[in-house]
Every structure is written in C-alpha cells, then in structure tokens.
C-alpha cells in the first residue's frame, strides 16, 4: 500500500501523468546543448541548467532551513551567451539527479513535518515547496520535450 509520501515520491519523479525526465534527455544530440530553439531566448542546457538551479535553491532551504540568496532572473538562468561542453552538459544533469534523489529522501523521513513551515517564519510549507519543485520541473521538462520536438532532436525510434 503506498503511503501519501509516497505519491508524492511519485510526483516528483513522473506525476503518474508525464514522461520520466531521464527519458527526456535520453540520447540527446550532444552537438545541441548550445543551440536556441527557434523565438526561445536560451539553449537546451540553460533550460536544464535553470531546472537545477531551481530544484537546488528549495533542496538548500528545505535542507539548511535558510533562504538562498539569489536574485531573479540572474542566478536562475545562466547568461544569455554561456556556452558548455559535453561535461558541463553531464554534471548539470549529475547534479540534478543528486538533488531530486536528496529531496525525495527529504519526503521519505518520517521524521520530517513536512506541514511545519519551510523555514523559520514562512507563512508556507516544506509540502508546498517540495509540490512547488515538482510542478516547476514538470512544467520546464514538458517544455524540452516540445523544444525536442520543434527542433528534431528525438531519436529515430521516438514516439512523442
């Protein structure tokens, strides 16, 4: 029987509703990561790059019970003209993984409240924010699917 944190494992992870975001970026042309899709102010990598940052910055707060300081848009997207390699390319995907399998550990620890506030004061919860994570990653990875999609960057076998 699967436990309410387990769903929201689950959510996390796929929603129930969405592709698993490791599907997204299986075989993805390496020779693209810098390329913009067409009217799309940022490359491939800085979507994924903005995902992590993103999923990071709630994981450090949730973690540490501190707010991150970042300022938007600057330290939630990487600059316009950021080019990576292969490597960079890997270690943002790394890190991802990393992160999301950290916050989905968060979800499983019963001794958690995940309804006491985010941290000290705010008027939200660790829920709401692990929800928030969950819901800003599935929107931006639906958005790579698409982006994959205008661009032809889906495998010869792919099925949309």
Known sequence: MSTWRDEIVTTL???????PWRELVADFPLDGINERPPN??????????????????ILEKLVTGNQVKATW????????????????????LRQFEADLEALKALVRDES???LAPAVAGADYTMLASI??????????????????QV???????HTG
């Not at 929800?131 to 994959?148: D, P, T």
Request: contains cysteine; aromatic residues 16%; glycine residues 8%.
């Open 131 to 148: 929800m928030s994570v969950a819901e800003h990653n599935a929107y931006h990875w639906g958005e790579l699917a698409i982006l994959r």
């Open 40 to 57: 799309v102010p940022y490359t491939f990598w800085h979507l994924l790059e903005h995902i992590r940052f993103c999923q990071w910055e």
């Open 112 to 114: 958690r409240d995940l």
């Open 151 to 157: 661009c032809g960057t889906w495998g010869p076998g």
């Open 73 to 92: 848009p600057a330290d939630f997207w990487p600059p316009k003209d950021k080019e990576v390699g292969i490597a960079e390319w890997h270690e943002t």
């Open 13 to 19: 992870d796929t929603g129930n509703a969405f592709a």
